[in-house]
């Protein structure tokens, strides 16, 4: 047999293995996890062989398409009273979303590129800088809740959404995780949250615990109208160029919508329906191809340049956040 025999022999075998995974993942669907991270779709057998052979880490999943889900997970993170209104009241006005959108969403992609690819040294330096903006991020007696940055369990629960988003990401765009896997990727996503002030024997022992974890936090889920208010203009944009305008919120509408859980969008108030979903999972599998066929350093943008910015923001006394 010739090497490109071996080569192309290897690859049907690799098919065939994640066809086998999926089947399996979507029975354990069905166990644990089971409504908390949206389902596998079908994929082409060519994708399945693609990653196959990249043999990925869960940090793969950090890649230009995980941009469309952004402002679902912002979404999600929001939905606990105590991080919406911290945000949504922030006095730190270099940092609010809703102002500075370039900003906020720079300092929250390098946050993630740092807690998943980044050395021990630019964790360090990050944590200081996200910590000194986090000091002044506390409630006030006008306040409807009380909130406090530093508060370890609503951190928890920022990561627990990262790391959910990182799971729907990995199954919409990569594929199935067999169950090893898939815990292997869960103990990994800890540094989501012990980056900053969570403490290692906060996060969830195992996934089963995670997913406990998860459905008893939606008691405590609610958004309320002046957070929804702010988080409506995050999706929708009313001061863009009128020749665009509506095709663009229509997009933006529908990533949110579609990468949120639907007790989430009833918080948000927003409609869902088949044709919705069709036009979503068209989309996304469009997308999948794109990404699929993207050389590494494409697909991995802007992650990878993050992290060469944070390293040249600490070379010059850049501020960090």
Known sequence: ????????????????????????????????????????????????????????????????????????????????????????????????????????????????????????????????????????VRSTPESPVKYNAFDRDLQLWVAACLYKGGVDVWHQFIGPMDPETAEAHYRAGAVLGTTLQVHPDQWPEDLAAFERYWNDSLERVHIDDAVRRYLNDLVVKDDLPKLIRKPVNDLALLLATGFLPQRFRDEMRWDWDDERQRRFERLLAVCSAVVALSPRPLREFPFNVLLLDLDRRVRRGIPLV
Not at 7 to 17: D, E, H
Not at 108 to 130: C, D, M, N
């Open 1 to 136: 047999m010739t090497v490109e025999q071996e080569r192309r022999r290897a690859a049907r075998a690799a098919g065939v293995a994640i066809g086998r995974a999926t089947a399996t993942v979507a029975g354990a669907a069905r166990g644990i996890g089971a409504g908390i991270f949206m389902p596998v779709p079908p994929r082409p057998d060519w994708q399945r062989r693609i990653w196959a052979r990249r043999d990925p880490g869960f940090s793969d999943a950090l890649m230009w398409v995980s941009l469309l889900a952004g402002r679902a997970n912002v979404i999600m993170q929001l939905a606990r009273p105590g991080v919406g209104h911290g945000v949504a009241e922030s006095r730190v006005e270099s940092g609010r979303a809703d102002l500075h959108p370039v900003k906020r969403a720079r300092t929250t992609f390098t946050y993630l590129a740092v807690a998943y690819r980044g050395t021990a040294e630019q964790k360090a330096v990050y944590r200081r800088a996200v910590d000194g903006s986090h000091r002044q």
